[in-house]
């Protein structure tokens, strides 16, 4: 037996001893593995639990998903960020729904959908087709760089034809979900960025790096100096008795089609005088009490950095926002509304009681 068939050998048994027990390890439905993937995509397995298992209870299946609304998925999508891939499954599910076709689970099928990349369609065509396809997640990236001791930046494009070269040479003989799953699990469970437990590894003997002593150098990755732009947002809570005013966000930008108090942008922190000034100016209206700050967040995303104001509007504006094509929202009813997670945070500190 040569010594990568050993290494996948291992790596299944130690999977078998070790897995985790996850409500989507139980299924082989492809649109409930296509679920979990795209949740994952978002966030850590222990948070992932709770939307995967909250989004398959809302839509069990395709038709369910295909006919809810943008505003349902995005209510089950909240807090999870990366909105638009949310309204990519949507947008999908319609597609296919109106095409009287099932989720797609060979990888050639699932490749031509919005959203999905070729890691997204090898983990379902492998765990749900068993089709012949390796992943490469964060975690396979770095199992495979210690292992065989790739100096290349993971996060390099000339880098991945590498990587999924020996990606590929591991495969198993079948079993190839089974053996995907393994080998991402070995890397978030045994192979761990920091600290990985190489003293009680299964496959230490042909790990590369542990001879070499120079795990913490693997994987390598190239810093990326991001731009991160500065925002300032500027939210005024109009508490109307028991009504808010809110509207709903249209334009191509961040948390696009979810729900949002009325907004003043600015190009910089301001005032209360000053903001006052810019809604008389924005709204058209004449007369309005100074807005008083009422809680200030710094909001950060993977390209912004969200400067966020919550101001207090009170007194004779509320007839304005009546009259006018906000939404006006009765308390009982916030709950429906899908919102960004400082909107939600905040609505529910100062009104959901
Ligand atoms: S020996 Fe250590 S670095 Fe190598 S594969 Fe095992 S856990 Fe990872």
């Known amino acids: 037996m040569n010594f990568k068939k050993k290494i996948s ?25 296509w679920v979990s993937e795209i949740v994952l995509q978002q966030t850590k397995i222990s948070q992932g639990i709770n939307y995967y298992n909250e989004f398959i209870s809302k839509f069990p299946n395709l038709e369910s998903l295909a006919k809810s609304s943008d505003s ?61 396809k390796a992943v490469l997640d964060g975690n396979v ?25 020996k990606a590929e040479e591991l495969l ?4 190839f979900g089974d053996y995907n799953q393994a080998i991402m699990d070995f890397g978030s469970i045994q192979c761990k960025p920091m600290n990985p437990k190489c003293n009680i590894c299964v496959i ?65 922190t301001i005032e209360n005088e000053l903001l006052k000034l810019s809604i008389q100016n924005k709204f058209k209206i004449k007369k309005i009490n100074s807005p008083l700050l009422s809680k200030k967040i710094i909001h950060k995303l993977s390209h912004q950095k969200l400067n966020i104001c919550f101001w207090k509007l009170e007194g004779k504006a509320m007839n304005f926002f009546y009259n006018k094509n906000f939404i006006r929202a009765h308390k009982s009813e916030i709950i429906k509304y899908p919102f960004p ?3 939600s945070k905040y609505l529910n500190e100062h009104l959901i009681k």
């Not at 070790?18 to 989507?24: G, I």
């Not at 960020?81 to 990888?107: D, Q, T, V, W």
């Not at 198993?172 to 079993?175: A, Q, S, V």
């Open 72 to 132: 349902e998925i995005l209510k089950v999508w909240q807090g999870l960020g990366y909105y638009n891939r949310a309204l990519n499954m949507l947008k999908n599910a319609k597609i296919l729904y109106n095409e009287k076709k099932k989720f797609p689970k060979s990888y050639d099928k699932l490749i031509k959908l919005k959203g999905i990349g070729e890691y997204t369609a090898s983990a379902i065509s492998s765990i749900c087709n068993n089709e012949k």
């Open 341 to 343: 997670k400082p909107i």
């Open 204 to 268: 230490v003997k042909y790990c590369k790096s542990y001879e070499l002593q120079n795990i913490r150098s693997r994987p390598r990755k190239i810093k990326n100096q991001k731009k991160i732009k500065l925002r300032h947002l500027n939210y005024l809570f109009i508490c109307d008795k028991n009504y808010i005013y809110l509207q709903k966000r249209k334009n191509f930008d961040i948390w696009k089609n979810l729900y949002e108090l009325p907004l003043i942008e600015t190009n910089e």
């Open 141 to 165: 990236y770095r199992v495979l760089s210690r292992v065989f001791n790739i100096s290349k930046p993971i996060n390099k494009l000339s880098s991945q034809k590498i990587f999924k070269q």
């Open 9 to 33: 050998e291992s790596i299944i048994s130690w999977y078998h001893i070790n897995k985790r027990d996850l409500p989507w390890r139980k299924t082989k439905n492809s649109y409930k593995i």
């Open 172 to 175: 198993p003989e079948n079993n």
